[in-house]
């Protein structure tokens, strides 16, 4: 079955600088990639995916690129605000909306003020 | 439109006792998924419901747990008889079925479960 690698578990950064979260995955089947938020007390919601027929998808401040032959993807956020502070977790599937997705093991931002 | 509701928020109970989490999806969400979260761990998938069929439960950690989704509907997660180890936030999440699913998960807001 499909492995998700999240790196790294914690990243504190000052307001207003960049942040990356990386994640490996093992299933070269896999072709769906979404980026969950976590705020504190709060239901997982998604903010970001990308589909493996593309390598980089931009939405405001947050982008997600993907690269298939190394099996990683990555995402970016510029101009990182106090809001920004919550757990990210990446995700894989080979069948998105019919399949399961797995889960990296999360990432858990803290931006400062 | 109400969205993904879980109770209880959370629960404690003692070793060998028996809990019973509740799942109330999105309405019209055939796609009905379990997974969980030990601490400081990646949220496990557990098992996938379509409708009231089980899709796959190949998540699921043993016979303690038993799922139900009777009438495709709301859907029930049991522990019994409940151990340490399944201390941990239960996430139910939702989704379409068909050309409307784009992938996403709507989850809710979780069950904490902690067994002393």
């Known amino acids: 079955g499909e492995n998700v690698e999240q790196h790294p578990s914690t990243l504190s950064v000052q307001e207003g600088d960049s942040a990356v979260i990386k994640c490996t995955y093992s299933?070269?089947?896999?072709?769906?990639f979404p980026w969950y938020k976590q705020e504190l007390g709060k239901r997982p919601q998604l903010i970001i995916d990308i589909r493996s027929n593309v390598g980089e998808k931009k939405d405001q401040r947050i982008a997600v690129t993907l690269n298939k032959t190394a099996k990683h993807f990555s995402l970016h956020i510029t101009e990182t605000q106090p809001e920004d502070s919550a757990v990210y977790f990446c995700?894989?599937?080979?069948?998105?909306?019919?399949?399961?997705?797995?889960f990296g093991s999360g990432t858990r931002l803290q931006v400062q003020p | 439109e109400a969205g993904v509701t879980q109770f209880p928020s959370h629960s404690v109970i003692e070793k060998g006792q028996t809990v019973t989490l509740r799942c109330d999806p999105i309405s019209g969400h055939d796609n009905l998924y379990w997974y969980r979260r030990v601490m400081g761990k990646e949220i496990k998938f557990l098992l996938h419901?379509?409708?009231?069929?089980?899709?796959?439960e190949s998540g699921m950690p043993n016979n303690r747990f038993l799922a139900e989704r009777t009438g495709g509907t709301y859907s029930t997660l049991k522990v019994q008889p409940a151990e340490l180890e399944d201390s941990g936030v239960y996430f139910c999440?939702?989704?379409?079925?068909?050309?409307?699913?784009?992938?996403?998960?709507?989850f809710g807001e979780g069950s904490r479960l902690t067994v002393l």
């Open positions: 995700a894989a599937t080979r069948g998105a909306g019919r399949r399961a997705l797995t």
């Open positions: 999440a939702s989704s379409l079925t068909g050309t409307a699913n784009t992938g996403e998960l709507f």
């Open positions: 419901f379509v409708k009231e069929s089980k899709q796959d």
């Open positions: 299933d070269s089947a896999s072709n769906y």
